[in-house]
């Protein structure tokens, strides 16, 4: 079946800091892939999303690659905010199918 | 409306007690899904309507986990007897075909 792992948080940066969470999947065909984010409070919003492999999705300074050859989707950022604090949850849809296959998530906490 | 609505936002129900959650989709959004977040882990598919049509109920946990979308769009996801394991954030989508989700906030269930 379709799997999605993710490196376990809390993630804690300085402000400005480089971020990458890691994101590897395991598929039966070729899905797409997205990154959610999760604000306290809040529900869950599409960040970026990439539906083949070399695509490369990006928002709001956030980018991720689709690697098909190392199935992973990892997300990074430049120089992260305090506002980036949140919980992200990488997740694919497999063709054929509209539900997504979560990750159980990654808090990032940044501090100032 | 301009969002995905769920109501209540917070239940609390008692071992044993059936509940019923809301989900009003936005306005022409033909597809609609239910999750289930429990805590510290990422949405599990439960279900997806197409229209009034249930296309998928592979992601239902048992039989007392009941959907109806009747008219095509607010859908109420309903469970019979509750039990502990129940206790998540149940989370509604809904997208046009072919386009990404757009999530409510969910449904905080507690089952005491």
Not at chain 1, 10 to 24: D, G, H, K, Q, R
Not at chain 1, 66 to 82: A, M, P
Request: proline content about 4%; overall charge neutral; hydrophobic content about 30%.
């Amino acid at each position: 079946g379709n799997s999605v792992t993710q490196m376990e948080g809390p993630v804690t940066l300085s402000e400005e800091a480089f971020l990458t969470i890691n994101c590897t999947y395991t598929a039966t065909g070729y899905p797409s892939l997205f990154w959610y984010v999760q604000y306290p409070g809040e529900g869950l919003q599409l960040l970026l999303k990439a539906t083949k492999a070399d695509d490369k999705g990006s928002n709001k300074g956030f980018e991720a690659t689709y690697r098909k050859e190392t199935t992973s989707f990892h997300l990074e950022k430049g120089s992260v905010q305090v506002s980036d604090s949140a919980v992200y949850f990488c997740a694919l849809r497999d063709m054929g199918r509209r539900a997504l296959t979560f990750g159980s998530g990654t808090r990032l906490q940044v501090q100032p | 409306g301009a969002g995905v609505s769920q109501s209540p936002r917070y239940k609390v129900a008692k071992r044993g007690q059936d509940v019923a959650l809301r989900c009003d989709p936005i306005s022409g959004h033909v597809s609609l899904f239910w999750y289930q977040q429990a805590l510290g882990q990422g949405p599990e598919f439960l279900t997806y309507f197409q229209n009034e049509a249930q296309l998928d109920k592979s992601g239902l946990p048992s039989d007392r986990f009941f959907a109806e979308r009747p008219e095509g769009s607010v859908s109420t996801l309903k469970i019979q007897r509750t039990q502990q394991e129940d206790s998540a954030v149940y989370l509604c989508a809904s997208s046009l075909e072919q386009a990404g989700y757009t999530f409510g906030s969910g449904t905080r269930l507690t089952v005491v």
